[in-house]
């Protein structure tokens, strides 16, 4: 079987593909990665000829680094395997992503696979093109443990609090999370998607944030999903990009201790100890699984 590739996605950007000069400035940011969008972001006259434009920006900018995605419209559309047919064979290689939002079951995500399979055989394409998963439907809450099972093409879960919160009949006052309801609203689906998602091996991802004007609260809610395992969050504004890719790296003091720490722990095992004091707290392998991630994130970040 393929290896999933390793991408960053300490950033996701949301650029709608109906704007050329939107998808322009983005190519140029730097940020990690970002996806091209047809679906909420573009009015319905302009979602046929926006898959044109998208293809023409895929095709023609200079991305660098940037893992490039498009973001199709759900699968009960009428545009949705167009969307899938038209961006894959007008942009081949220089796509590396499809999204999929509203994703209700493993089977809709298989059918997007099997659609690029189709696509990848008679197109002749070298590289895999992976998918990414929006969950903000309460029916793919419940079924998040199959739908990260669903596919190795499936290298990332996103957590959409947008139109989660309307599935789930949250109130518009709480979605910021700040009025009134005894702790965070979203603890218990950022805990329970990030648990399918370790448990499957791939990305946790954390949705978008609207108050683009309030870096604090942006930068608040990054930083909570970032501590419970996921790996970046959505950014709909190029002011929320080095927010995002700033909290979703590790600290270079944190680098260093880590590998101190390491260090410690293998000085105290040749002693044939398992467990030893460091900087007056204990370490074990345990400890040490848990640097080895953030390690593992350093080494990815070229840190
Ligand atoms: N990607 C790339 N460039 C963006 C951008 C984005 N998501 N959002 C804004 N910009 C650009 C603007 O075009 C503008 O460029 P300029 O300085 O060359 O004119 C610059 O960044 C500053 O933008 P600003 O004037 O502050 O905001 P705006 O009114 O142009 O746009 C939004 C505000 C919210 C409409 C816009 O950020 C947006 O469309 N975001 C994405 C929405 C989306 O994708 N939603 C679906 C997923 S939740
Ligand atoms: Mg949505």
């Not at 609260?217 to 930083?223: K, L, S």
Request: hydrophobic share 40%.
């Amino acid at each position: 079987m393929q290896e999933r590739p390793k991408r960053l996605r300490r950033c996701q950007l949301s650029v709608p593909g109906s704007s050329e000069k939107m998808m322009e400035k983005a190519a140029a940011l730097g940020v990690d990665y970002v996806f091209l969008d047809l679906e909420d972001a573009v009015a319905y006259s302009e979602k046929r000829p926006s898959r044109a434009r998208i293809v023409k920006a895929l095709n023609t900018l200079d991305w660098g680094k940037t893992v490039r995605c498009v973001r199709i419209n759900d699968l009960t559309t009428e545009y949705a395997y167009e969307d899938i047919i038209e961006v894959v064979e007008g942009a081949r290689e220089n796509l590396d992503m499809i999204m999929l939002p509203k994703a209700m079951s493993a089977s809709d995500v298989q059918f997007v696979d099997k659609l690029l399979t189709m696509m990848e055989k008679k197109l002749g394409l070298k590289k895999r093109i992976g998918i990414d998963v929006l969950i903000e439907e309460v029916e793919a809450m419940m079924r998040v443990d199959e739908i990260a099972a669903s596919t190795p093409r499936l290298e990332c879960l996103i957590f959409g609090m947008g139109d989660y919160s309307a599935s789930q009949g949250v109130s518009l006052r709480d979605i910021g999370g700040a009025t009134g309801y005894p702790g965070d609203i979203w603890h218990y689906q950022r805990q329970r998607l990030t648990i399918a998602c370790r448990a499957n091996r791939i990305d946790a991802v954390d949705g978008p944030y609207g108050d683009f004007k309030n870096p604090d609260g942006y930068r608040e809610e990054a930083r909570r999903s970032m501590i419970l395992g996921m790996v970046g969050k959505w950014a709909i504004h190029p002011s929320q990009v080095a927010i995002a890719q700033e909290v979703f790296s590790p600290r270079a003091e944190d680098v260093v201790k880590a590998r101190e720490m390491k260090k410690a722990y293998e000085a105290a095992l040749a002693q044939g100890l398992g467990a030893v004091q460091y900087e007056g707290k204990m370490i074990d392998i345990a400890s040490i699984r848990i640097v080895n991630n953030l390690l593992d994130r350093a080494a990815q970040i070229g840190m």
